[in-house]
């Protein structure tokens, strides 16, 4: 079942929208445009390490399977991204070209050819890497109870979950995402840090260059640049 999320809300007097403001990426699922299988089907944990941007081993990705179903194809006025929630991404041409004409050699893809309704789509890219910045600004970004930084370290001082896995916290649940301005100036689509649930995040940039190439299936949120 996929969750449509909340849009993170401005604070008051924050400035207007322009080309340096970033926005929270998701899945669009409106759209319906979602990944669908793998052929040959993925390993469970190759594909968690992609979801999360982990890098994978050279026995791994010689492994990657060399198509993948999706659950519509593209139309005249519109090229999917397909997706399942907050990833991993799989990109048609025009996105990627777009993608990689602002931030060439900083993302990693795997080329695979995508199927929908049996009928080729020819050639997609898989995202298997971005960058990983630490640019949540805990004194500004609002989270759901209210508070900030004092919400952020209770969080961190919780006890493990079940599973031992590490504490986080949900930034695409805050009522408002600041992000330091300085961290991701000339960043244009990246990932916050594993305690903030690998969201991603992109350039207003990125995001005119998608509706241009007339790109779809992504959902944007605008966020604050601090």
């Known amino acids: 079942m996929h969750a449509t999320l909340e849009k993170p809300r401005l604070s008051p007097g924050a400035a207007t929208r322009n080309a340096s403001m970033p926005c929270l990426t998701t899945n669009d699922v409106n759209a319906r445009a979602f990944i669908d299988g793998y052929q040959p089907a993925i390993d469970p944990l190759v594909q968690s390490l992609i979801a999360l941007g982990e890098p994978l081993s050279a026995e791994q990705e010689a492994a990657l399977p060399a198509s993948v ?30 993608l990689i004409k602002l931030e060439p050699g900083v993302h990693r893809f795997h080329e695979i050819e995508a199927f929908a309704g049996g009928a080729s789509l020819g050639r997609y890219f898989l995202q ?99």
Request: proline share 9%; with cysteine; charged share 25%.
């Open 69 to 98: 179903n999706v659950s519509r194809p593209p139309t005249e006025k519109k090229r999917f991204i397909y997706a399942l929630h907050a990833g991993p991404f799989l990109l048609p041409p025009e996105a990627h070209d777009a």
């Open 128 to 226: 298997l890497e971005s960058p990983v910045v630490d640019c949540v600004d805990l004194d500004h970004t609002v989270f759901r109870d209210g508070r900030s930084r004092a919400y952020f370290d209770e969080m961190m001082a919780a006890p493990k979950g079940p599973a031992g896995g590490p504490p986080r916290v949900s930034i695409a649940a805050a009522r408002v995402i600041a992000l330091s301005a300085d961290k991701i100036r000339g960043r244009h689509w990246w990932r916050v840090p594993r305690e903030f649930s690998n969201a991603h995040f992109c350039s207003d940039e990125l995001r005119q260059s998608f509706s241009a190439a007339k790109v779809a299936g992504l959902q944007f949120s605008d966020c604050q640049a601090s």
